[in-house]
Every structure is written in structure tokens, then in C-alpha cells.
């Protein structure tokens, strides 16, 4: 059978904020730091991106990051990002380029998940951008104060060409998408078969934190005021696990990232 062969986590960021934002009505006052994560998916097909992380650009430059961080929305500041945590840093040290992706798979459009998509272009890479209809809709609605809207442009100003997708489909055999909104809009997760082990199930934000699937307690951050379609998908992405013997791997956890493994499946 035909599956993903190896799965890199790769830590693009840290962000240091309450744990409320993480925790539905959960937490206040109390302070954690978060891993930024994007997650590169090899198969017999081609390589996956999972998110991309933020752009460094508006994080390392004075001016773009008092514009975008203004702390009047973001209480807690930019994220902390070093040049050697951009994705083609990343890529390069598994001697990749960025035109060695052939998709990237956007789960949702905040700046966290989608700012490195410029960057990634502008160093070649040319593959399709995967994302779901109802969150590129709502995305561009202004509504959401964690989309930042030039992100969903390219360097010249013009809509970057989305592959928009609606609902859950097979990337590629052992690779499927899953829907679990609530978080966002059109909030997608990842079902991963590898040879070895128990298949990975990425779970984005729609459980940022071991606590969010242990607890089924809705993200901090919600579309619309949706905790009860939030709670749902942390169900779903249980259930889903349960049936196919996989792992849950929560997006923003650091202790849980501190004990991941630097690569999953085939050895090199």
C-alpha cells in the first residue's frame, strides 16, 4: 500500500501568551509559550507542507511589526522567530529547496499558519496551496483579526493562487484531509499512514493543547463564538484516532513537542 514514507515537525516559532487564547474560558492570567509548528509529509508522490508559520519580515522589521502587532489586538506582542526557523532554513537542512514542495496544505489562514506563504514563493516554490473554500471566504471577510489580509497576496498585490478545496479528500494514498472546523471557519487537520508506527493525526488548532483533547475543551479562539462546532471536532479528530490506532498531535503544546521525535517513519 501505497503511504507517506517520513513526517518532520518543524519548530518555526515561539509565542509566548495566556493560556485562554488556547483554552476556551479556561486559564486566565496564566502564562505559556507555544511551539509555531509546520509539519514537512514525504510520499512515494511528493513532499506536503503543513503550514507554513508566520512571515519573518513582519516579525523582524520595527516598522512591519508595529504595524501588524499592534498591542492593542496582540496584548502579547509578535512571536519569536530567528531566520534560521524560515521553512527554506528548514528545508535546506534536509537538502531541500522550497521547489522540491509540490503542495502546501494551508490548515487555516491565521498569520501563525500562513505568513510564510510569500517567503516560499519568492525562493521558488511553485507548488499548489491547498485551502478550503469557507475559510478563504471568511478570511477575506476583515473579520478575523488573526488573518492578516496581505498574506493572502502575492509580493506584487494580487490574490495568491489558492487550490480551493470543499470538505475532506486524499492529498494522496495514506494522506487525508480531515475537517474539523470551529477554530476557523474552514479549519482542516491531517490523517498520516507511515510505514512504521501508528498513523499521525495533526490536529492544527482545533486542539492546540494535550488539554483540549483530554479535557474536549474548545480552542480560545473561535469563528463566531462556535465552541460547540469546536468541541465537535476535537470528538471527531478522538473518534478518528480510536478507529485507526493513530496518534493526536496537538499544534501548539510544547511539552508535547519536546518529546516528538526530529523525523517519523523510513530512516534516510
Given at each position: 500500500?501505497?503511504?507517506?514514507?517520513?513526517?518532520?515537525?518543524?519548530?518555526?516559532?515561539?509565542?509566548?501568551?495566556?493560556k485562554s487564547i488556547s483554552t476556551y474560558r479556561r486559564g486566565a492570567g496564566q502564562t505559556i509559550e507555544a511551539p509555531i509548528l509546520a509539519y514537512l509529509v514525504e510520499t512515494p508522490n511528493g513532499r506536503i507542507l503543513y503550514d507554513v508559520g508566520c512571515d519573518h519580515a513582519k516579525i523582524a522589521d520595527p516598522a512591519l511589526r508595529a504595524r501588524h502587532y499592534d498591542p492593542a489586538v496582540f496584548a502579547f506582542g509578535a512571536p519569536e522567530m530567528g531566520e534560521e526557523q524560515c521553512l527554506p532554513r528548514h528545508l535546506a537542512r534536509l537538502g531541500l529547496t522550497p521547489?522540491?514542495?509540490d503542495?502546501?496544505?494551508?490548515?487555516?489562514?491565521?498569520f501563525d499558519?500562513?505568513?510564510?506563504?510569500?517567503?516560499?514563493?519568492?525562493?521558488?516554490?511553485?507548488?499548489?496551496?491547498?485551502v478550503q473554500q469557507e475559510e478563504l471566504k471568511a478570511a477575506r471577510s476583515g473579520e478575523d483579526v488573526a488573518v492578516f489580509a496581505d498574506e493572502l497576496l502575492d509580493q506584487a498585490g494580487r490574490p495568491l493562487p489558492f487550490t480551493v478545496r470543499e470538505g475532506e479528500y486524499e492529498l494522496t494514498p495514506g494522506v487525508q484531509a480531515v475537517a474539523t472546523p470551529g477554530h476557523?471557519?474552514?479549519?482542516?487537520?491531517?490523517?498520516?499512514?507511515?510505514?512504521?508506527?501508528?498513523?499521525?493525526?495533526?490536529?492544527?488548532?482545533?486542539?492546540?493543547?494535550?488539554?483540549?483533547?483530554?479535557?474536549e475543551v474548545a480552542p480560545g479562539g473561535l469563528w463566531q463564538g462556535r465552541e460547540a462546532q469546536a468541541i465537535a471536532s476535537i470528538r471527531k479528530l478522538k473518534a478518528l484516532a480510536a478507529e485507526t490506532g493513530a496518534e493526536l498531535w496537538p499544534n501548539h503544546d510544547m511539552d508535547f513537542f519536546r518529546r516528538l521525535p526530529a523525523v517519523r517513519g523510513e530512516p534516510s
Open positions: 500500500m501505497t503511504r507517506a514514507t517520513r513526517l518532520w515537525p518543524l519548530l518555526t516559532a515561539t509565542h509566548r501568551y495566556d521547489a522540491d514542495v503542495v502546501v496544505f494551508v490548515g487555516h489562514l491565521h499558519h500562513a505568513g510564510g506563504l510569500r517567503e516560499l514563493r519568492r525562493c521558488g516554490c511553485g507548488a499548489e496551496i491547498h476557523t471557519a474552514g479549519h482542516m487537520s491531517m490523517w498520516i499512514e507511515l510505514p512504521t508506527g501508528a498513523p499521525v493525526l495533526l490536529c492544527g488548532d482545533a486542539a492546540d493543547l494535550q488539554e483540549n483533547l483530554d479535557d
